[in-house]
């Protein structure tokens, strides 16, 4: 049995959620709203003023549940979780790999040349797609340098030098990020990645959806026995789990980043539901995370073709299945690790 890394996200601020037999309760203004079967949860996510019972909090790590507490942002607080998952020998290889700088490399070279192809991917949807509405020139211009990263990627083997590659290859593709809102564009324009804090409309809903895969990722390396916090493209850093970053990084472009832009392209998320605060920092209000989170959810349900295992699986197993594979190539099981390459 696969289960689909089910998660309850909770945004409404004083939610009250607690245990009833076995299933989750959740209450707003003492009145329930929903009743929840453990079973069918793998995790919840809290966003700012959430309660939570201390029966449940001792529960859910029995039930295989972890508990995650953000700001209301989007911000990581805190996480309840059970034992840790795996074997010793997986975790014992991903260390000794993850010390090994040169070894490093070779696992980041995939998860650099998976983020880029799918940037690029993303970029020539959008000529295809949209050619009227869009400067296709510039937006050619962009691919053609990502082409001819990919291609340095390939010959690289210092991590320095491809983690430099992977990041002009960012600023080369959110430099035309603009051109792929084709609706909105007065309240939605976007002049460059920005976050902690985000600065505006775009990159407020892009550095929340990034959140939500976050969890995820964290989520899926846990299943499958991986250290989340031991990567190799992003090093070791208190507070950071930096291999779930590693893994988001082929899943950003064509998940998160088309979700954001499908949102803002159908008016599903409007500019009238974004305030700022004192800090200067853009956030959405509560009916735009609602939205953004089922849109989120229902995105997770698409299925897609996995070349390399010759199947058909929900987008919700292909993050799962992305860990198996990378904690295979780890072992030894298999040479190297198939990235997810979107087509």
């Known amino acids: 049995m696969q289960r689909y890394l089910n998660t309850l996200y909770v945004t ?11 299933a989750i309760e959740v209450k707003v203004d003492d009145k329930t709203v929903a009743s929840i079967p ?18 449940l909090l001792g529960a859910a790590p029995e039930h295989n549940i972890t508990i995650s507490f953000l700001s209301e942002t989007g911000e990581f607080l805190a996480r309840v979780q059970g034992p840790v998952a795996g074997n010793v020998l997986l975790r014992k290889a991903q260390y000794r790999i993850s010390d090994d700088k040169e070894k490093s490399a070779q ?15 993303v970029l020539q949807r959008a000529i295809r797609d949209h050619k009227e509405k869009v400067d296709a020139e510039r937006i050619q211009s962009a691919i053609s340098i990502l082409s001819r990263n990919l291609d340095k990627v390939e ?53 929340y959806v990034y959140t939500l895969l976050y969890h995820d ?66 956030i959405m209000n509560e009916k735009a995370r609602k939205t953004l989170i089922g849109a989120y ?38 040479d190297g690790y198939p990235v997810y390459i979107w087509k």
């Open 217 to 282: 990722m964290i989520s899926a390396c846990e299943v499958v026995g991986l250290d989340p916090a031991v990567g190799f493209m992003h090093r070791d850093r208190p507070g950071r789990l930096s291999l779930a970053l590693d893994l988001m990084e082929e899943f950003r472009a064509f998940f998160a980043d088309r979700l954001v832009l499908s949102l803002i392209n159908r008016n599903e998320i409007t500019a009238s539901q974004f305030e700022e605060t004192a800090s200067g920092a853009v």
């Open 12 to 22: 409404t601020q004083k939610t009250y959620l607690h245990k009833k037999g076995d």
């Open 297 to 334: 959810q229902k995105k997770k349900e698409a299925v897609l073709n996995h070349p390399y295992v010759e199947k058909k699986m929900h987008l919700a197993i292909l993050i799962q299945t992305q860990a198996r594979l990378l904690a295979r190539h780890l072992r030894g099981d298999i």
């Open 155 to 207: 010959r690289e083997t210092d991590l320095d030098k491809l983690r430099g590659i992977e990041g002009d290859s960012a600023e080369t593709y959110f430099s035309v990020f603009d051109e792929l809102i084709t609706s909105q564009k007065d309240g939605f324009q976007f002049k460059g990645r920005n976050r902690r804090p985000p600065l505006d409309n775009v990159n407020a809903m892009l550095s």
């Open 38 to 55: 453990m079973i069918n949860i793998d995790s919840i996510v809290c966003f700012g003023n959430i309660y939570v019972s201390p029966f």
């Open 107 to 121: 696992v980041a070279k995939y998860f650099i040349t998976g983020k880029i192809a799918n940037q690029k991917t």
